[in-house]
């Protein structure tokens, strides 16, 4: 599975940004996608996940704010972002596992996109 993220850039405090990821390879394999976020000297951290069933799940910092989908082909993710704060500047990652979504962990994914770039300021 290959991912490749695009969308980042930077946006004022309160602004909205939407972030894609297009998954191509074997992309039957990958049952959960799922978007992830480093900060400056911070551990990367789940932001929200996909089920190939459907099901969402998000961060307790995001929940409310941000909203996880994918195409109806199934071959892009997307990651749009509402009520931007300073907080969540990051590089955003797109990952996928084979696995059923878990616990939104990094150790779960298997696959992952080099990263885009989301910074939020004033």
């Known amino acids: 599975v290959q991912l490749a993220e695009s969308g980042g850039t930077s946006v004022q405090i309160g602004g909205s940004l939407a972030l894609s990821c297009e998954v191509s390879?074997?992309?039957?394999?990958?049952?959960?996608l799922g978007w992830f976020r480093q900060g400056p000297g911070q551990e990367r951290e789940g932001v929200a996940s996909l089920d190939d069933d459907g099901t969402s799940t998000y961060a307790t910092s995001v929940k409310g704010r941000f909203t996880i989908f994918q195409d109806d082909a199934k071959k892009t993710l997307y990651l749009k972002m509402n009520s931007l704060k300073p907080e969540d500047t990051a590089i955003y990652y797109c990952a996928a596992s084979p696995w059923s979504c878990g616990q939104l962990s990094p150790p779960e994914f298997d696959w992952w996109g080099q990263g885009t770039q989301v910074t939020v300021s004033s």
């Open positions: 390879g074997h992309r039957y394999t990958a049952n959960c």
